[in-house]
């Protein structure tokens, strides 16, 4: 498959790398770099803020939401921003990207709620899940109208398309970001492998407990988020009710748990909306 061109590693991602290498990193550090990006910071106290973190009182001060949200959340969610932000210039809707912030927070919370042993992967696994799409307008001129056609189609059809116009899919290119960004490989997989979800989940194609675990989640959020259900307008298939049983059966959840999950989120998302 062509390997289209991907931006290298933003300045901040460096300096993060070699700020989480010191073995005495200090939180006023961190949070000195987080500052100098503004989406970064308002990206940070939004998320703590979030109705996932169920605080009792909003955060606004980088110090606080670092502690709360502990290191590796933090990393998780600048990694993810970074992207957004390198993407800027990209003509996609912003609800594209709040399509991929909302399947990321809901991906986080399951994670943590099923006690993932990678949990902290989920974040980042939901947030890039369709970044793949925004190397492609960027590389392929032609590829914004193809998608603005045929975006809606479910995955493993979309997929199919992309690689018979281009030789390559925005799966195998959200992956191959990952990769050249030193991200975890566990996140590059459940990225590249959405396409058969269920022969992962049903145990026809093999993975890593690690990767499925994750792809498990992204099936879940991505069936929970209402803004990826409104961005994306997905045509239902049977293969794609298929995969979310498989992805409940994987993670052993009985459906009727599930459901009543779905209604609590849906409705604390919606009185967040609200207030």
Same mark, same amino acid.
């Given at each position: 498959? +062509? ?43 939004? /998320? ?6 169920? !605080?009792? &009182?909003?955060?606004?001060?980088? &110090? ?24 800027? +210039? ?7 990207? &709040? ?28 947030? !890039? ?27 493993? &059809? ?42 992962? !989940? ?9 990767? /499925? ?31 979310? $049983? ?18 609590? $989120?849906?409705?604390?998302?919606? +009185?967040?909306?609200? /207030?």
């Amino acid at each position: 498959m +062509n390997d289209l061109s991907i931006p290298p590693r933003p300045q901040i991602m460096l300096e993060l790398t070699q700020l989480m290498k010191d073995d005495d990193l200090e939180l006023t550090r961190l949070a000195a770099l987080i500052k100098q990006d503004v989406a970064l910071y308002s990206a940070l106290l939004a /998320a703590v803020n979030s109705p996932w973190m169920g !605080l009792p &009182e909003s955060v606004d001060c980088i &110090e606080n939401a670092v502690t709360i949200m502990g290191m590796s959340k933090v990393v998780s969610l600048i990694q993810a921003m970074t992207v957004r932000t390198t993407f800027k +210039n990209v003509p996609l809707l912003e609800s594209f990207w &709040e399509s991929a912030a909302e399947v990321a927070s809901i991906s986080d919370f399951l994670a943590k709620r099923y006690r993932l042993p990678n949990a902290d992967q989920a974040y980042t696994s939901g947030m !890039l899940h369709n970044a793949g799409v925004a190397i492609m307008i960027q590389s392929l001129p032609e590829y914004k109208t193809f998608f603005d056609t045929h975006g809606k189609q479910p995955t493993h &059809e979309l997929c199919a398309l992309e690689r018979q116009h281009f030789s390559t899919d925005h799966f195998f290119q959200g992956a191959m970001l990952t990769k050249k960004w030193f991200m975890p490989g566990e996140v590059a997989l459940s990225i590249r492998y959405q396409p058969i979800a269920h022969s992962v !989940l049903t145990g026809k194609k093999t993975l890593p407990t690690s990767v /499925a675990d994750l792809l498990a989640i992204l099936v879940l959020a991505k069936s929970i988020s209402q803004e990826y259900q409104n961005y994306w307008k997905v045509e239902k298939s049977d293969l794609e009710q298929r995969t979310l $049983l498989a992805a409940l059966d994987y993670l052993e959840i009985h459906e009727v748990e599930f459901n009543e999950l779905r209604e609590d $989120l849906l409705e604390s998302m919606s +009185n967040s909306a609200v /207030a």
